[in-house]
């Protein structure tokens, strides 16, 4: 058979295979050091195109086991990532970590819980889980789709912690840091004391628009301070790229400018209604999520700046 028809036959037969045969839910493993992994997410919303994969996760591999650092978006995602970890290593999951509630990081727990794989988190976080999360659930299931999101359940943390610690698991040395509410409530990071890499979690987002829904701004700044104080080698976000520790400083810019810019509308008398308009940051307009997150921070804090006026 001649060459090119053998290649343009090749190249039909591959067209024709069906997308989930190609196309992996979970993106690609980055090997940060030794048994040391990054699962680095869409930096964007949640949609059918990405999976609703937007999350970051770590893999850490220990002497007898494997420690995964959040769970990602459904139950299809976790079983994929399970069966990516089989190929990387013949060691079983023998703890799952929550670092905080958003939706993309908590909803492949059932699928570990049912291999009986703990799952531990702050108290705050199970809380948090426990009365959001079935409502985060059925907006996933609009957004992504029932198929999508087929076998999802919602799988409350069973191993709780109520702050700082430091734990080993598998031969593995981590450091739980905990600064209180910061980010949200719960909200952890993980360093793995061997390799230097701190997985951040909730606790910080790189080049985009981070949800200050949940947070409380000041605690949070003075968190960032304080995770770059420990100097860790490298940071893996919740959201982002990895990182060069020096980089959380681009998100306490935009924490600051934000809380800066708010304040000043607030105290000028303007409005609920004007804030948004009044409080726009140009220099940040260019990070992905600008259009859809930030005119919400706007209005979370300034009706958190009512609220602590009336009380």
Same mark, same amino acid.
């Given at each position: 058979?001649?060459?090119?028809? !053998?290649?343009?036959?090749? =190249?039909?037969?591959?067209?024709?295979?069906?997308?989930?045969? /190609?196309?992996?839910?979970?993106?690609?493993?980055?090997?940060?050091?030794?048994?040391?992994?990054? +699962? +680095?997410?869409?930096?964007?919303?949640?949609?059918?195109?990405?999976?609703?994969?937007?999350?970051?996760?770590?893999? !850490?591999?220990?002497?007898?086991? *494997?420690?995964?650092?959040? #769970?990602?978006?459904?139950?299809?995602?976790?079983? $994929?990532?399970?069966?990516?970890?089989?190929?990387? #290593?013949?060691?079983?999951? *023998?703890? &799952?970590?929550? /670092?905080?509630?958003?939706?993309?990081?908590?909803?492949?727990?059932?699928?570990?819980?049912?291999?009986? *794989?703990?799952?531990? &988190?702050?108290?705050?976080?199970?809380?948090?889980?426990?009365?959001? =999360?079935?409502? =985060?659930?059925?907006?996933?299931?609009?957004? !992504?789709?029932?198929? $999508?999101?087929?076998? #999802? /359940?919602? /799988?409350?943390?069973?191993?709780?912690?109520?702050?700082?610690?430091?734990?080993?698991?598998?031969?593995?040395?981590?450091?739980?840091?905990?600064?209180?509410?910061?980010?949200?409530?719960?909200?952890?990071? +993980?360093?793995? %004391?061997?390799?230097?890499?701190?997985?951040?979690?909730?606790?910080?987002?790189?080049?985009?628009?981070?949800?200050?829904?949940?947070?409380?701004?000041?605690?949070?700044?003075?968190?960032?301070?304080?995770?770059?104080? %420990?100097?860790?080698?490298?940071?893996?976000?919740?959201?982002?790229?990895?990182?060069?520790?020096?980089?959380?400083?681009?998100?306490?810019?935009?924490?600051?400018?934000?809380?800066?810019?708010? +304040?000043?509308?607030?105290?000028?008398?303007?409005?609920?209604?004007?804030?948004?308009?009044?409080?726009?940051?140009?220099?940040?307009?260019?990070?992905?999520?600008?259009?859809? !997150?930030?005119?919400?921070?706007?209005?979370?804090?300034?009706?958190?700046?009512?609220?602590? &006026?009336?009380?």
């Amino acid at each position: 058979m001649p060459f090119l028809l !053998l290649v343009l036959i090749l =190249c039909g037969a591959s067209s024709l295979m069906p997308a989930s045969a /190609t196309e992996s839910r979970v993106p690609p493993m980055q090997e940060l050091a030794p048994g040391v992994y990054a +699962i +680095i997410g869409e930096n964007a919303e949640a949609a059918p195109e990405n999976h609703g994969a937007v999350g970051n996760q770590g893999v !850490l591999i220990g002497d007898d086991g *494997v420690i995964l650092i959040d #769970t990602g978006t459904s139950a299809r995602y976790a079983a $994929e990532q399970l069966d990516a970890l089989k190929r990387l #290593t013949p060691k079983p999951v *023998v703890l &799952a970590i929550n /670092t905080h509630q958003s939706p993309a990081f908590v909803f492949g727990n059932g699928t570990l819980a049912l291999q009986g *794989v703990p799952i531990l &988190a702050h108290r705050d976080v199970a809380d948090l889980i426990r009365q959001r =999360c079935e409502r =985060c659930l059925k907006k996933l299931n609009e957004v !992504l789709g029932a198929q $999508e999101m087929a076998g #999802t /359940t919602v /799988t409350v943390p069973d191993r709780l912690i109520e702050g700082a610690m430091v734990i080993t698991v598998a031969g593995r040395q981590l450091d739980i840091v905990y600064f209180g509410h910061t980010s949200s409530p719960g909200s952890i990071g +993980i360093i793995d %004391r061997a390799s230097g890499v701190l997985f951040a979690g909730g606790l910080v987002s790189i080049g985009r628009i981070p949800d200050v829904k949940d947070a409380r701004i000041d605690n949070w700044l003075d968190a960032l301070d304080k995770l770059k104080a %420990r100097k860790p080698r490298l940071l893996v976000p919740g959201e982002g790229p990895v990182s060069a520790p020096s980089q959380v400083d681009d998100l306490a810019g935009y924490l600051r400018a934000l809380q800066s810019s708010v +304040i000043g509308v607030y105290k000028g008398g303007a409005g609920l209604g004007e804030a948004a308009k009044l409080s726009r940051l140009p220099q940040f307009e260019r990070w992905p999520l600008y259009d859809p !997150l930030h005119n919400k921070n706007v209005e979370q804090l300034y009706l958190q700046l009512e609220r602590e &006026a009336l009380q």
